[in-house]
């Protein structure tokens, strides 16, 4: 059972009174993640960041007693067990952890201020493997926003009888997918629909799932990936059977889970099971392709699904360093530009020329686009006019879940005008 910082009194309580176990048996493991670790690398060097992780251990160490178990190096997570000479003292335990994970890390000349969440697990039986304690830890920080920078903190209580191989469960339930429809520039049609990936908050609030990925080991993230798959391809057949077929389904996948050598065929086989034509599928890739799941196994994938029938896209096309070899070698057909290219492209002369560049290389290379991020209706007049083939965002249509694509997809087709019958009268 899990307790957030505030509502983990009557855990505590129990704690301290020792009830169902034997005084000084309990004991406590401390999963602590830094959560925005890649942004920090991008900000203060990889050198730097392992610097202020040093820093954070060793404060850890001193502080909370913690016996460190692993750190592996540029990984924002840190293991541990808590040595406590009494159970009496864990209240005031939790209080200085909530101290460590609210406040920066000084170092020479340097002030950084991380986003810290953290769990600490109770075995009140004293008999659970410390991995299986960290696996409890992990789990309970799914539940926490990686963006609240006072930082977070878990208490979980594990029983006699606790399993982690049902853990993943926890993950599945929170598993859900928003779609986000794309437009036609030439018809005004829905085009195709862009799948979110979302994972459910302690709060209720939604997450993006690759905000949260880090946090999955490859088991549960291949699981959590499974039941994407199962709600996204769910929705696109009941939306046949409802009599307005979408025709393309985009699908982003990072390199993590195209490197899992069972997604392609895992992904073939659900759109076997729902009937559906591989070429209704769009895998929507990042650049550069291949760097966070390794290049072979990413290519392997995708050369597996391209060849049963699916299509490619690229992501924020512009801001990586994916190579025009790669775009030949993967068989990009569609790149889509992000919120970057487009913000005040009706009224900013330097944005204009930026975005017509950009139409004009994915025009040379046959690229079909998607301006993403639209968000006002004089700019997708303006994107519309010079020539994207599709446009999303908020002046589009918001992220609908499938019940409100239901509605959203009668509601469109009625107001959409009739087609113009050009053919010679009798």
């Not at 340097?110 to 008999?127: F, H, K, Q």
């Not at 391809?233 to 195209?258: A, I, Q, Y």
Request: contains cysteine.
């Amino acid at each position: 059972m899990a307790y957030g910082i505030a509502g983990a009194a009557s855990g505590l309580a129990r704690l301290v009174r020792g009830q169902g176990a034997a005084q000084g048996r309990t004991r406590l493991a401390l999963v602590l993640r830094v959560e925005n670790v890649e942004m920090l690398r991008a900000s203060i060097g990889p050198a730097v960041l392992e610097r202020m992780l040093d820093r954070l251990m060793l404060r850890l160490v001193g502080e909370l007693r913690l016996l460190p178990q692993g750190r592996s190096p540029g990984c924002g997570e840190i293991l541990g067990l808590i040595a406590i000479g009494r159970q009496q003292a864990v209240p005031g335990l939790l209080a200085r952890l909530q101290a460590i994970c609210s406040e920066g890390i000084d170092l020479p000349d340097l002030r950084i201020c991380p986003v810290v969440n953290a769990a600490i697990v109770s075995d009140e039986t004293g008999r659970q493997e410390a991995a299986a304690l960290y696996v409890h830890g992990r789990m309970a920080l799914q539940g926490l926003s990686p963006f609240s920078a006072a930082g977070q903190i878990r208490f979980v209580e594990t029983g006699p009888q606790a399993e982690t191989g049902g853990l993943a469960g926890s993950a599945l339930d929170r598993v859900g997918v928003l779609f986000r429809p794309q437009l036609c520039c030439d018809t005004g049609q829905v085009r195709a629909l862009r799948a979110l990936p979302r994972m459910r908050m302690d709060g209720g609030d939604d997450c993006d799932l690759a905000e949260l990925a880090p946090r999955l080991d490859d088991a549960v993230l291949g699981q959590v990936v499974a039941e994407l798959l199962r709600q996204a391809f769910t929705g696109l057949r009941g939306w046949d059977r409802l009599g307005r077929p979408v025709p393309l389904l985009s699908l982003p996948l990072s390199d993590r889970m195209l490197g899992d050598p069972v997604l392609a065929d895992m992904i073939l086989w659900e759109l076997e099971r729902n009937d559906l034509a591989p070429q209704r599928l769009e895998i929507e890739v990042s650049e550069p392709i291949g760097r966070g799941g390794g290049r072979r196994p990413v290519t392997a994938s995708l050369q597996r699904l391209t060849a049963a029938g699916c299509s490619l896209a690229l992501g924020e096309f512009g801001t990586g360093s994916a190579s025009l070899d790669d775009l030949r070698r993967f068989g990009i057909g569609r790149v889509r530009i992000g919120r970057e290219f487009i913000a005040g492209c009706d009224l900013r002369a330097d944005q204009r020329r930026m975005i017509l560049a950009i139409l004009a290389l994915a025009e040379h290379l046959g690229l079909a686009t998607v301006a993403d991020g639209v968000a006002t209706p004089e700019e997708n007049a303006f994107l519309a006019q010079i020539g994207f083939d599709a446009v999303q965002g908020p002046a589009v249509a918001l992220p609908l879940d499938a019940g409100a694509v239901d509605e959203f997809l009668l509601d469109h087709d009625h107001a959409l005008p009739a087609p113009f019958d050009l053919r010679r009268k009798a």
